[in-house]
């Protein structure tokens, strides 16, 4: 794959997280860079062009991804630049009355994601993803290694074959206050919508308070609220009660912890996590 070189004397920078930072163009306001640094594996990057590729070819709501660049010894891609953009966790930072209207939102986007038949052979599988991860991840042995096999094997079970954002949380939904959008779909695949779910969940109830300050700016009182209406707007007015639902998401909870273990490292919270999800 040909790769352009490219300066930052032509960005200004807009802001960063754990992957690396973003920049928009100085002269043509349609282009932002998203800029990995240098610690993320190369093929990740070329593999999150690629699928953010297909995930806009497949008609999700997303920046339209460009092409692969360098900066020195980094690789990023270019997207279309979404103006006067906030993620829905931002926007509610700044305005938390905008929280109903935003889960409502968010949910609608989900249902829409979570009700389109993946026929792109090109979309990879969820449950395939993690299977891949437990290969790799044998520290996770004994009675919790086959509580995770079981786990996939219940995927396996229950796949629906629709598409997924692999990555769902309201950090990564924008809104230039018109229309909403999916970003960072790096893990963009199909498979049970438990596994998205899974993951809001987590940010709403299980994560640490500095960390969801850090990564979302606002805090689990919040993001619990945010969770209570997007549920029924998700479920309808007779959703499950979230006991009931979180033992029907067990085994997506405990392969979503793989994630967790491949991001940041085998951590103690991740093993007790995955005892605690048992209890569910």
């Known amino acids: 794959m040909e790769i352009r070189q490219i300066s930052l004397n032509d960005w200004v920078l807009a802001g960063g997280g754990a992957q690396g930072e973003s920049y928009n163009h100085k002269s043509d306001s349609s282009l932002m860079l998203k800029l990995f640094g240098e610690q993320i594996d190369r093929d990740e990057i070329i593999a999150e062009v690629e699928i953010s590729r297909i995930a806009a070819e497949n008609g999700v709501p997303c920046p339209k991804p460009g092409e692969l660049v360098q900066v020195g010894n980094r690789l990023g891609i270019i997207f279309q630049r979404i103006l006067n953009k906030k993620s829905f966790c931002t926007a509610i930072a700044h305005d938390p009355s905008l929280l109903p209207d935003l889960a409502v939102r968010m949910a609608n986007m989900a249902r829409n994601l979570h009700s389109t038949p993946a026929t792109d052979r090109r979309v990879p599988c969820q449950t395939d993803f993690f299977a891949r991860l437990l290969d790799r991840i044998t520290y996770i042995q004994g009675s919790m290694r086959q509580e995770m ?132």
């Not at 940010?203 to 549920?231: P, V």
């Open 149 to 280: 096999e079981n786990a996939i094997d219940i995927a396996v079970k229950n796949e629906t074959h629709t598409l997924l954002h692999g990555d769902f949380h309201y950090g990564n939904i924008i809104t230039d206050g018109t229309n909403d959008y999916f970003i960072d779909l790096g893990a963009f695949s199909y498979g049970h919508p438990y596994f998205d779910l899974t993951m809001l969940y987590f940010t709403a109830f299980f994560a640490d308070e500095e960390r969801r300050m850090q990564d979302f700016h606002i805090n689990g009182e919040t993001t619990r609220r945010f969770w209570e209406h997007f549920k029924p707007a998700y479920f309808g007015a007779d959703a499950k009660p979230d006991k009931e639902l979180c033992h029907e998401m067990q085994p997506y909870f405990l392969l979503r912890t793989l994630f967790f273990d491949s991001a940041l490292g085998h951590l103690p919270v991740f093993d007790q996590f995955r005892e605690m999800i048992l209890t569910l």
